[in-house]
């Protein structure tokens, strides 16, 4: 009975390569579950409130609306 010292280096050498396969496919599930977190919570962000109507700003008690003035009003 002989020890066959070439085919127990191939047993090792294919050990990293397994923790790399597992390595990689846990990275790929975690960028994967990242973006589709960011998606769900893209789509509940807010974007502020609407402007509030003129007839409106008098009732909340808010000041009146300042009147809109263009670039070229000023010159």
Do not use: C, F, N
């Not at 009975?1 to 846990?26: C, F, I, Y």
């Not at 599930?29 to 007839?55: C, E, K, W």
């Amino acid at each position: 009975m002989s020890l066959d010292l070439e085919t127990r280096q191939d047993t090792q050498v294919a050990k990293p390569r397994r923790g790399l396969v597992r390595w990689v496919l846990t990275a790929a599930a975690v960028i994967s579950a990242r973006m589709q977190l960011g998606r769900i919570v893209r789509q509940h962000q807010s974007r502020g409130s609407p402007p509030v109507p003129r007839h409106l700003r008098q009732d909340l008690g808010l000041p009146p609306e300042p009147e809109s003035r263009r670039y070229w009003d000023h010159q």
